[in-house]
């Protein structure tokens, strides 16, 4: 029987919610999601906890934050000048806003605070800190 290997490349359905059941991403009510273990696609815990598993199962693990996105790490919650920001940069607060790294890459905050002078980012996983639910079928490994 084949099983998920560190560089397998995997057809499956995958579903991650808190615990009360909020729904933070799910592919079971459209095309199942293809990913080469390994590429950065899917986070480095999440992918630890499919080696070894079979194809055509369902599972559901019950990650601690520590095993899913990480500690909220309050370090990385900025507060930053409006004046230092881009004039064309769009910004709404609750949503995301996308930054450009000096060598070219993109990151993005979550903009939770905007006052008249400065915003708010909070530059941590959306599901940092929290306990998760990972739920996965997998269909197909290569």
Known sequence: ?????SDSYLTLHYRITTLD???FLSTFDMSPATLQMGSGQ???????????L??????????EPAQAFGMHNERLVER???SGLPAEMELKENSVVEFTAPNGGTFAGFLRELDPTHAL????H?????????EVEIIGIM
């Open 21 to 23: 059941g909020e729904e």
């Open 121 to 124: 980012f909070d530059f941590n």
């Open 1 to 5: 029987m084949t099983a998920v290997r």
């Open 54 to 63: 079979p194809a055509h199962e369902r599972f559901v693990f019950q990650l």
């Open 80 to 82: 930053i000048a409006r």
């Open 126 to 134: 959306p599901m940092a800190g929290k306990t998760i639910r990972f």
């Open 42 to 52: 899917l986070a480095e815990n999440l992918e630890s906890v499919l080696i070894g």
